[in-house]
């Protein structure tokens, strides 16, 4: 549009001016190609910033699944603040880092990579100091060639190192340390200086302990406590554990299962309230589906897409996490966003049959009296992959049911689910005082047919029957295929007159499809007979009414063929009444 209004005024004023043609051709030819110029040099640098910003979130996804590793792993705090050093080095490419933590009137060193110990041991920063009021204040990466400072630390570490960098190490909003990068790093853009930034926070959440003094390798001293270890679960915890998973191992029903497992979740971490996002039914968005506790009613009108960033990440790194730690990898994902604004700390997927997945949210603890930590994400996932295991135990043994309640030729359900549905509607029927109808359907001739055409083609036949009968009730309908080239349809709530009705608006559907086979190219003419009897005029036990209906369809055979029969039209009824 705005090359057009240019090129349009363009052309106007060398009206004015009277330009020869040729002048007028050549100017627009140049002002054409400038523009297309343009446009290619800005989608090379949009394509360039895209390409960038996501080399920036591989490289944070990767060092952040090493420092995780090093956060759980046995060993001292200092040696964890080593290997923090170690892997900013090396996927970040500096040649050098220093890990400075908060110790009563300044920061003392605790751990470096590419840094002599020994000519940096006794020095220190202090907590007033322009560096750190700097690092307070702005809680970004402070150039530290850019700062003067009194203190002999930041000058050793520019001249002797060449550091020309300084993160702050959050923990709780609060700068508890600092981490020194040194020259050679590639951390020279805003992006990764943020990437980094995220790290470092991520690192003070979990390795940073307020209060605590380091005395020495493997030590740490405070009011109360000794070295400071991998936060370990207690025998409450593993008895819990293990009473949630032998409960769950239990349930083979999906809706008592999950309002099982979001229950248990919430008493285990003592949280104020936990959900469970699941997908809806022929859809690709999520929605809260289950809840324990108290609050979050603002998420209840809330939806996750399933291709959403945050989904794509959580699938491709399974595990829990804090919502603060992903909030840096999924740039601020909107949804993500939306559950930490309402209070929710640590999210879980949950996989689900045929390549479905839930998401699992905690809030805060009840009186918000300790953070979850590494810990309580890991056991949190643990039970989470108990559950989808449950749950492909669940589908798997609905499977087989399926298919043991299924005719394999028609795919109608057969005798064996026949029966059971029937006995069920019966009590149904007799709860609520209603009536059932009961209507089996019996191809003429179709031993004629078999022998005339060949059982293949008979199979067709079956199976297009099967389809045409589905096609034909109602959706609270049973359709089984009885055996060999009988049907049944269980109608509840169904009369004599309606099933009557039924049956003979079925009997004409049949008798005017077009039957067809592979086999044979031709019209095949196919008729049924059928016979009804209902609950609880005819008989009021499953066994009696299928006689009776099977009375009545010997009746129509007797009379003809095509034709439907009632069992409590016919004379006389016999013995096979009301029991």
Aim: proline share 2%.
């Amino acid at each position: 549009m705005l090359f057009a209004l240019i090129t349009l005024l363009l052309l106007v004023g060398m009206f004015f001016l009277r330009l020869e043609s040729n002048s007028v051709l050549l100017i627009t030819g140049i002002w054409a190609a400038g523009w297309l110029l343009v446009r290619v040099i800005a989608g090379g640098y949009n394509s360039f910033l895209n390409k960038s910003s996501l080399k920036v979130t591989r490289l944070q996804i990767r060092a952040e699944e090493q420092i995780r590793n090093i956060i759980r792993s046995d060993g001292s705090v200092r040696k964890k603040w080593s290997d923090f050093c170690r892997v900013i080095t090396s996927v970040y490419g500096s040649d050098s880092a220093l890990v400075c933590v908060s110790e009563g009137s300044g920061f003392r060193v605790m751990s470096g990579i590419g840094i002599d110990p020994s000519e940096i041991k006794d020095l220190s920063l202090g907590v007033t100091s322009e560096l750190a009021h700097e690092l307070r204040n702005n809680k970004h990466v402070v150039d530290v060639t850019s700062v003067s400072c009194d203190d002999a630390l930041p000058e050793v570490l520019v001249a002797q190192f060449g550091i020309n960098q300084a993160y702050p190490i959050l923990k709780s909003d609060s700068v508890e340390g600092i981490l020194f990068v040194g020259s050679g790093s590639i951390a020279e853009s805003e992006e990764f200086k943020d990437s980094i930034l995220n790290l470092c926070s991520f690192a003070g959440r979990h390795l940073i302990q307020p209060g605590t003094v380091a005395t020495g390798v493997g030590q740490t001293t405070s009011a109360g406590m000794s070295d400071l270890k991998p936060v370990s679960l207690d025998s409450k915890a593993h008895k819990q554990y293990f009473e949630i998973t032998a409960k769950l191992f239990r349930i083979y029903n999906t809706d008592h299962l999950f309002d099982t497992f979001v229950s248990s979740i919430c008493r285990l971490f003592q949280s104020e309230c936990c959900f469970l996002f699941l997908p809806a039914e022929k859809s690709k968005v999520l929605r809260m589906r289950y809840k324990s506790g108290k609050g979050v009613d603002e998420l209840a009108d809330q939806t996750i897409d399933e291709k959403s960033s945050l989904f794509d990440l959580l699938l491709r790194r399974p595990g829990g996490y804090l919502v603060d730690d992903l909030l840096g990898l999924t740039g601020d994902n909107f949804d993500l966003r939306h559950l930490f604004q309402h209070g929710t700390e640590m999210v879980v997927p949950v996989n689900l049959p045929e390549k479905r997945a839930g998401l699992l949210g905690l809030v805060k603890r009840v009186g918000d009296t300790q953070p979850y930590s590494l810990d309580d994400c890991e056991m949190a996932h643990t039970l989470c992959q108990t559950v989808e295991m449950i749950l492909e135990s669940i589908h798997q043994f609905r499977r087989i049911e399926e298919l043991s309640y299924t005719d394999s030729m028609t795919g109608l359900y057969n005798h064996r689910y026949f029966y059971k549905r029937l006995t069920e509607e019966i009590l149904r029927a007799r709860r609520f005082t209603r009536y059932l109808g009961l209507a089996i359907f019996d191809i003429d001739d179709f031993k004629v047919f078999n022998d005339s055409y060949g059982h293949q083609t008979g199979d067709y036949i079956l199976r297009q029957l099967g389809a045409l009968f589905l096609d034909s009730v109602r959706s609270i309908d049973i359709v089984c295929r009885y055996g060999g080239e009988e049907f049944c349809v269980i109608m509840p709530e169904s009369d004599e007159d309606s099933c009557q009705q039924f049956m003979e608006r079925l009997r004409g559907e049949v008798s005017s499809h077009e039957f067809r086979s592979r086999f044979i190219d031709k019209k095949h003419d196919i008729a049924v007979s059928a016979g009804g009897a209902i609950f609880p005029s005819d008989s009021e036990r499953a066994d009696r009414l299928i006689y009776c209906a099977d009375m009545a369809l010997l009746e129509a055979k007797k009379s003809g063929k095509n034709v439907c029969r009632m069992f409590s039209r016919l004379s006389p009824k016999g013995s096979a009444g009301s029991e």
